[in-house]
């Protein structure tokens, strides 16, 4: 067939008003800092539903008096939340980040990492703003004190999205996960390597450990010195067919909390636990499934308070526990036999943990799913950069994330 030769070494032009179209709409797109701090071009469009709250009883007034700043993981509204009790009033703030989950608060070095569980995974390492840098090129001008010290992401780290983690904890000063994908516990390498550090017994078989695929959905970590002093949830502590995810996956009652020891169960009975957390002596849990937070004790799960949603999200300052409570996902209701579905409430609940009494509570009426909670002090870090119920400050965040300083320590007397 004899080929055309039309065309061939030419090349068609675009006319100039197009090119110019084009050209300005690609130079105005990534300018929102939400958007590049994120990593997602959709983070500067939230919700203001999602950010609207009630509070019950005595939220503010406890929280006040723990001088902490309280943060917590909205896995399903893409949202990262700090709440304070500012000297002016409720002090509440937001990061957009894909689907998190784990979070944990080195309290020393005022280091956060937060787990982004999304196709790949992403560890967020985020520190404290501690001071601005003088500039020639901008005026920076006078703002309040630097008694506002949001927490930035100063770091991103990719991973497999088949690790599938959920918690984090630093044991012996390194960070780890579960990787729930692969039933195990993972260090978490600052070249963004990992290493299978622990498992159970359970997975094992005459091939070998089963790390191909998520058997009995291991979740949460309970950390000690190392990690032979700590403890693990899981909601199966055998091989099955039946899977995390399929819906005849039996759960009332299957759960466990393991010894990194023994690597065997030390308490059964739990119903889809999460958020074991070591606590004077004792291993804390969220018994999901029924909506109850209470401890392990001689093998069996030791209620302390039940509360109206899917516990999930645990920390602790003295004798106060903070625990969260999400909706339950329609498809799963199943996996919460012991809660009244309809009835669940997205919040976080102060809780005292010698009485099981609900000090108070803070609630998202919009809110959907709470998975993970810390803390850190106030005086090392007020929140995220972004303040909730108010009109955003494009001057300050762009100011802020110009000429930042990111580090550990108290407030300085620096001014922006």
């Known amino acids: 067939m004899k080929s055309s030769s039309k065309n061939v070494g030419q090349t068609k032009v675009c006319p100039t008003n197009t090119l110019d179209s084009l050209w300005s709409r690609h130079h105005a797109e990534w300018r929102d800092q939400a958007q590049i701090v994120s990593q997602w071009q959709e983070a500067n469009d939230t919700d203001p539903e999602l950010l609207k709250y009630k509070v019950r009883g005595h939220w503010w007034e406890t929280l006040a008096g723990c001088g ?22 409720p002090a509440i703030s937001y990061l957009r980040m894909p689907h998190p989950s784990g979070l944990v608060a080195d309290r020393d070095s005022g280091r956060v990492c937060i787990a982004s569980t999304r196709n790949p995974n992403q560890i967020y390492d985020l520190a404290p703003i501690s ?10 001008e006078p703002l309040p ?39 195990a516990i993972v260090k978490l390498l600052e070249d963004g390597r990992y290493e299978r550090v622990w498992w159970p017994h359970c997975i ?6 089963v790390f191909g695929q998520n058997y009995i959905q291991l979740n949460s970590i309970a950390a000690g010195k190392k990690l032979a002093n700590s403890f693990f949830s899981a909601s199966a502590d055998k091989l099955s067919a039946r899977r995390p995810g399929h819906r005849n996956f039996p759960v009332d009652k299957r759960g466990v909390i393991f010894s990194g020891a023994t690597r065997e169960p030390i308490s059964w009975g739990l119903t889809r ?44 300052h003295g004798q106060i526990a903070f625990v969260g409570t999400s909706r339950v996902i329609p498809r799963f209701r199943q996996y919460a036999p012991g809660l009244d579905v309809d009835a669940s409430i997205c919040g976080v ?28 002090a106030s005086s090392i870090a007020t ?29 300085t007397d620096y001014t922006y």
């Open 68 to 89: 902490i700043t309280l943060l917590v993981t909205r896995e399903y509204e893409h949202l990262v939340m700090a709440l304070r009790a500012g000297e002016t009033g």
């Open 349 to 376: 609940h102060a809780v005292d943990v010698n009485t099981g009494r609900v000090l108070g509570s803070l609630l998202w009426p919009a809110g959907n799913q709470i998975f993970a909670i810390d803390w850190i």
């Open 204 to 209: 094992e078989t005459e091939s070998g450990p």
């Open 273 to 316: 636990p999460h958020s074991a957390r070591l606590h004077e002596g004792r291993v804390w849990v969220d018994n999901s499934g029924y909506g109850e937070l209470g401890f392990a004790d001689q093998g069996c799960f030791a209620p302390v308070a039940r509360l109206s949603g899917w516990t999930r999200g645990l920390c602790f």
């Open 383 to 411: 929140g995220f950069p972004f303040a909730a119920g108010a009109k955003r400050r494009k001057a300050r965040e762009k100011m802020l994330f110009y000429a930042f300083q990111a580090g550990p320590g108290q407030a």
């Open 145 to 183: 004190a630097l008694n506002d010290r949001p927490l930035i992401p100063v770091r991103s780290r990719f991973y497999p999205g088949s690790l599938y983690m959920h918690d984090l904890a630093f044991i012996n000063g390194a960070l780890h996960a579960n990787a729930v994908g692969e039933n």
């Open 131 to 140: 001071e601005l840098t003088a500039r020639l090129d901008v005026k920076v």
